[in-house]
């Protein structure tokens, strides 16, 4: 057990933003107590809403009265499976309407979705387990197992994955062939091949199960984008095709436990169906994992690193400096095998790139956005871009400019002794050289791999981790290695195939269940346990898996939020206890001390169970109040008797935690010079929220976009009329402040009043 310090969120990425916010959405139709009034639509567009219905209330029901009730609504979709609901065409300004309906529980906007691969399938113990047989006498190989994939498609005609391919329904182009399609220059898109090869290739590349029949989903097209309706409609499709096994590497930033995507993907586990899904490349700041990695059911999945030879940099004369280096996504990689004069670069501006051709330049985070740092240090010449954070820690950074240079981020620590360095050569008149070396690292959380828990429920998310950096896999025409938790969740996926094929008769629940009890608990370079809201239960290992004869779930455990002051001190969740061998066995539970800084367990008492047989058990947790001086808590319960002890990691909180209170924010034109229309998510809603907009490179106030209170939780939309706007249209520094209790955030975004813009900085008061 062991106390954690506040984590300091790092900044999203404009992608995130944009993700997050794809579908504008006004409120603004009227409606009397005879009936729905009809409004002028001619200079709207319509757009794509979801429909969630009550349970007692049938679609059909529904549907009737949409119809009747709301002028021009087109029914897109019924979902009846994994989510039931509805997707429905109409204007913005009719939105509002629809949950005034009889029978409609809520309605959402279509979020967008996004694509978030050597040695890792032996890694994970994949190879290892192929000479075990199964029930029938047939090796494991996911032989017979249908494993569904939603992503952007397949390259079928690949000699990988030709023999395995079975079909499938492309929701794009609406029709039978979910072949990968083209982004908007004309390149093809290669994520589901890689997916797919990842999961089942059989050929030069060998994935986790690599005779598993695979089924692609065409949810995301040209440029590897979807929205709501098409991943739920996909999801629809495979249960109604009864696959065993479905993947989404797919997310959106909406870290919430109630978004459509993640309740159907619990609908599909209810349904038989094992559920995986990548956690998100928003990390390593918490609480970014996102919709549907945050689904309670399916196996959300991070990424770690398998055996890799890893660059980091060092200076000439300070061997025993070891600087770890983040590369920004959209750069060329950090390959130099010479050595490299370093430069101070300052800000990135261009009159701060002074005789750096040719040379690895420094530059300082802030001032301008990152990409035009790049721009100008490559401009200028220079071989390689080191940008240092302008805050304490590590930050991730990527552009959708490719660029020709390789360009890292380091930490503020590292960038001020490279910094110091500069100077104190420069006084000598000589020059800074950096090298790199190659360093084994293997077994530790990738940077890129997003963290959790999941807001308001407080889940433990990710549930596993599995190789996610340099996997090497089939895309269309060839083969490639990738990075991301996209890559880490089909290795869930093969494996959980694997399990099925040996274990026909578990439930999804008893899949992950295995999964997370056998999992490896990774150490941080401190040789520390990560904590549960990085890892999970840890990095699957198959070999274990196959082989346990005791399940105990859930596999993580979430005691919630305790706050001062609250009468209620106990704290209580159940788990189920299986033994699965052949012999009686008799389990314990166990903490690591009975008692700390104001925890007093009541774990239970030994158990015995016969071959075949399950129990439940309590597990009380009652907390001291005068004793606790902590935020957060997390540590491990172990429960013996099985082949291998079974870890179960726990996480409490002692008062609200500290989340972000502005998820993503993003303003847009609504109409024809009607106005505009922002979006702001927040969790947990605020009391107070304000945008205030400056001058962007002065600063200087230049007016209050908005200012509104008692905000709910979740998705807050606003529309302004162009003659209600403080200022005159041109590009701002937008401050956006939310405050809720004594939790305060900010949010600053350069935006134009006739496109949304880029740079994002948090800040938390």
Known sequence: MKKNNKKEALTKQKKVIMILLAVIICVTASFTDKGFMKTSHAQEKPETAIVAVEDNTTLKEVREKLENGIPNIEILRSYKKGFKGLAVKLYPSQLDLL??????????ESAAYNTSLKDSVPFIGAE??????????????????????IDTGIDYNHPDLHRNYKGGYDFVDKDDNPLEGKDKEGKETMHGTHVA??????????????????YMYRALGPGGQGSTEQILAAIDKAIEDEVDILNLSLGSPINGPDWPTSEALDKAAEAGIVAVTSSGNSGPAMWSVGSPGTADKAISVGASIPPLRMPKITLFNQPELSISIQPIQGTAPWQFRRDLPLVDGGLGMKEDLKSIKGKAVLIERGGIPLIRKIVNARKAGADAVLIYNNV????????????????????????????NAIEEKDKKSSSAVLRTV???????????????????????KPDVVAPGVDIDSTVPHGYLALNGTSMAAPHIAGAAALLKQARPEWSPEQIKAALMNTAVALKDDSDNDYPPFVQGAGRVDMTKAIRTDTLVYPGTLSFGVWTLGDEKRIHEETVVVENHSKQTKTYSFRTETDSFLGLRWELPKRMTLKPGKKKEAKIRLEIEAGAVDYDQLDGVLT?????????????????EPDYPRIGAFD????????????????????????????DPDTYAFAGILDKEKDIKPGLYE?????????????????????????????????????QTRIDEKRSKR
Do not use: C
């Open 99 to 108: 949950s005034t309906v009889e029978g409609v529980k809520r309605a959402d």
């Open 128 to 149: 290892a387990i192929r000479g075990l047989l199964d029930q029938r006498g047939v090796h494991l190989t996911g032989k017979g197992i249908k494993v569904g994939i």
């Open 197 to 214: 090869g990842i999961i089942g290739a059989n050929g030069t590349v060998r994935g986790v199960a690599p005779e598993a029949d695979l």
């Open 392 to 419: 304490a820690g590590s930050f991730a950074a990527g552009t959708e400019e490719i660029q020709p240079v390789p360009a890292v981020t380091i930490t503020r620590e590292h960038g001020e002794q490279l910094r």
């Open 438 to 460: 190659l360093e084994e690292e293997t077994d530790h959380m990738a940077f890129f791999s997003s963290r959790g828990p999941v807001t308001r429920s407080w889940k433990i």
């Open 639 to 655: 429960v013996e008797g099985g082949n291998e002890d079974i870890r179960l990691p726990y996480l409490l909180f002692i008062n």
């Open 667 to 694: 303003l847009q034109p609504f109409g024809r010079n009607r106005g505009y229309q922002y979006e702001v998510y927040m969790p947990g809603g605020a009391e107070e929220l304000q945008i205030a907009l400056y």
């Open 718 to 754: 606003q529309k302004l009329s162009v003659k209600d706007l403080p200022v005159p249209e041109g590009k701002y520094r937008a401050v956006v402040y939310a405050r809720a209790g004594d939790k305060e955030e900010v949010i600053e975004t350069i935006i134009h009043l006739e």
